[in-house]
C-alpha cells in the first residue's frame, strides 16, 4: 500500500491562509489610515483654506460695493468727499473701506432729508470721526461701527440708542435747539434737514468729552513706545563689578 505523509503540506496551507489573512488585514488598516489622514487634511486644512478665500472674495466685493454707494452718493461734489476720506484715514485710524462706508451711509441720510451734497459730506465726516472719538474713549465697550448706526439714527430723530453710548438725548432737546435755530416752523425735507442739523448741534454739545479721544489715545500710545525706547539696558546697580584677580593674596589692614 501506498501512503503519503501530507501533514507538512497541510500546515503549508494553513500557513499561507493566515498570511494571506493577514495581508488582507493590513491592506484594510492602511486603507481606513489613509481615508483618515485625507479626512483630516480635508478638515484642519482644505476647508480653512476654502474658508480664507470665500471670506477675502466677500470682503473685496463688500469694499467694491461700498466703493460704488461712495461714489455715487457724492457724485456731484466728489472733492470735499474725497478730502473728508482723507482726514478720516490720516487722522482717525480708519481703512478707505471703512470711511467709505460710514460716509455714503450718512451722507445718503442727509441728501434724503435734502441737504446738499457738500453739506451732506460735512454731516457725514462729523459724524464718522465722532464714531471714532466715542469707540476710543469708551475703552474698549463700544467699536465704532455701532457708534455710528446709533449717531445716524439720533439724527433722524431716534435718539434712545445714544443712551448705550453713555449719553442721555431726547427728542425735546432737539426741539428746542431748533427754536433757538428758528428752524421749528419748518416742515417736509427742509424740516428733516432742520431737525438733522440740530440733533447734529445737540449730539456735538453732548460728547464733547469725547472729542479728540482717538487722537488723545494715539498720543499715549506714541509715549509708551518712546518711553521704552529710552529704557537702560539695565540699572546702574546691576553692572558688572569687577572682583579681585584670581590668586591674589588678601592683605589685611
Known amino acids: 500500500t501506498l501512503s503519503v505523509d501530507t501533514k ?25 489610515s489613509a481615508s483618515d489622514v485625507g479626512d483630516k487634511m480635508s478638515k484642519n486644512l482644505t476647508l480653512p483654506i476654502v474658508a480664507l478665500g470665500t471670506a477675502a472674495v466677500a470682503m473685496a466685493a463688500d469694499a467694491e460695493n461700498s466703493a460704488n454707494r461712495f461714489k455715487k452718493v457724492f457724485a456731484d461734489d466728489m472733492g470735499s468727499a474725497s478730502d473728508a476720506i482723507k482726514n478720516l484715514t490720516s487722522n482717525y485710524g480708519m481703512s478707505v473701506d471703512e470711511a467709505q462706508k460710514m460716509m455714503a451711509s450718512t451722507g445718503q441720510l442727509a441728501k434724503s432729508m435734502g441737504a446738499s451734497t457738500a453739506e451732506a459730506a460735512s454731516m457725514a465726516e462729523q459724524i464718522a470721526a465722532l464714531s471714532v472719538d466715542i469707540a476710543a474713549s469708551s475703552g474698549g465697550t463700544v467699536d465704532a461701527a455701532a457708534a455710528h448706526e446709533i449717531l445716524n439714527k439720533a439724527l433722524s430723530g431716534q435718539t434712545k440708542g445714544m443712551k448705550e453710548l453713555g449719553y442721555a438725548i431726547s427728542t425735546e432737546d432737539v426741539a428746542a435747539q431748533q427754536a433757538i435755530d428758528g428752524t421749528d416752523k419748518l416742515t417736509g425735507a427742509s424740516g428733516k434737514l432742520a431737525t438733522a442739523q440740530a440733533a447734529l448741534k445737540v449730539i456735538t454739545d453732548a460728547t464733547a468729552d469725547a472729542q479728540g479721544g482717538f487722537e488723545v489715545g494715539r498720543n499715549r500710545v506714541s509715549q509708551r513706545r518712546g518711553s521704552l525706547r529710552r529704557l537702560p539696558l539695565a540699572p546702574a546697580h546691576l553692572h558688572h563689578q569687577p572682583g579681585p584677580a584670581r590668586g591674589a593674596a588678601h592683605r589685611g589692614p
Not at 8 to 32: H, R, V
Open 8 to 32: 507538512d503540506f497541510i500546515n503549508q496551507l494553513n500557513k499561507a491562509d493566515g498570511s494571506a489573512a493577514d495581508l488582507d488585514k493590513s491592506l484594510e488598516t492602511l486603507t481606513k
